[in-house]
């Protein structure tokens, strides 16, 4: 077999949007970042090329701290698949990864996709995290004090958290089950890392840290939606915690809300009487010895 690799160009772009725009049911997204992660600091889009150096596969790896680095967007052509290129692709960025230090790589997968699931499992990884990302199009949540078909706000307001909850919020969320589903990481986008406090500092810096007496999110806006990457709060909380959440993006206008968050128990009962869809995705792990 006559393939290649080598880091991936701009002129790429169309050969990869072409085999990558089915990807899944709903399409894809990595031909409209590819061009933007050619240009990102440490990080390495890989190429797999035919005998006319023709693309064929793609992904990429990129450090997200000085130890850890993020595997992301593994897609081989349909017509090439099962001929071991993944894993080249796989292999390459692993040498890449670890030649820069790294020492642990990390992927999230959806549960169902067997065949992600079992090209990283036959070469070492293993599920470390159960995230799911879960999605509510606004208005449609159930009403369980609705009054005459108005949405009636629940008991708590989100408010923007000073620095110093940062602390409190920090606390709160490593001693709860949520901490440990998450096996202590949580994403930025959707690239996962292990967290400190100081990424929470970070957030409350950027205002998207917001609390109310049940306790703190990370929340940002983008096109439209209001999405959470973080929440900490206890088990008898995390209801109105979450309420006060569908509520700050109804204020906000949004028109849906997204949550990336672990799959603790009480939050994910949580989301599921609030009439959210729940989609569930694991984080695998594989460490980059020397
Ligand atoms: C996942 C993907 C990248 C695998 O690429 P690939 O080049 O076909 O994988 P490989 O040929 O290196 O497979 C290596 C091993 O993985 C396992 N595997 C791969 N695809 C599989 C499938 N569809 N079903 C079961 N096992 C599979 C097998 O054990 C295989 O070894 P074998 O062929 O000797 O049995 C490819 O299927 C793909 O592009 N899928 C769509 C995009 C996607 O889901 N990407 C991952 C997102 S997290």
Redesign the pocket.
């Known amino acids: 077999m006559d393939i290649h690799l080598r880091p991936g160009r701009p002129d790429d772009v169309d050969a990869i949007r072409a085999f990558?725009a089915a990807?899944?049911e709903w399409g894809?997204y990595v031909g409209e970042r590819y061009l933007e992660w050619l240009e990102e600091d440490d990080s390495l889009v890989v190429v797999a090329t035919d005998a006319d150096d023709r693309p064929v596969?793609v992904?990429r790896v990129i450090l997200v701290s000085a130890t850890e680095a993020w595997f992301?967007?593994?897609?081989?052509?349909?017509e090439?698949?099962?001929?071991?290129?993944?894993?080249?692709?796989?292999d390459h960025m692993i040498s890449w990864a670890r030649d820069r230090g790294a020492r642990i790589a990390r992927?999230?997968?959806?549960d169902w996709?067997?065949?992600?699931?079992?090209?990283?499992t036959?070469?070492g990884w293993r599920p470390v995290a159960r995230f799911a990302y879960v999605t509510q199009e606004l208005g449609s949540e159930p009403q369980p004090t609705s009054n005459g078909g108005r949405r009636v706000p629940g008991p708590e307001r989100l408010i923007p958290a000073p620095l110093a909850e940062a602390e409190p919020a920090w606390m709160v969320w490593s001693t709860t089950g949520a901490a440990t589903v998450a096996h202590q990481l949580f994403p930025i986008g959707w690239a996962f890392r292990a967290m400190r406090i100081d990424h929470v500092r970070a957030a409350a810096r950027r205002h998207e840290l917001w609390q109310a007496p049940s306790g703190w999110v990370i929340g940002t806006s983008n096109e439209q939606a209001w999405h959470v990457s973080w929440v900490a709060t206890t088990d008898g909380d995390v209801r109105r915690l979450v309420r006060a959440v569908v509520d700050r993006a109804a204020d906000l206008d949004a028109h849906r809300l997204t949550m990336l968050v672990p799959r603790w128990e009480p939050l994910m009962d949580a989301v599921t009487d609030l009439g959210f869809a729940v989609s569930p995705s694991t984080v695998y792990a594989l460490a980059l010895t020397a």
């Open positions: 990558t990807t899944f894809d596969a992904s992301q967007a593994a897609r081989v052509h349909p090439w698949r099962r001929r071991g290129i993944g894993s080249m692709l796989g992927l999230l997968t959806e996709n067997v065949a992600a699931i079992a090209q990283v036959k070469h």
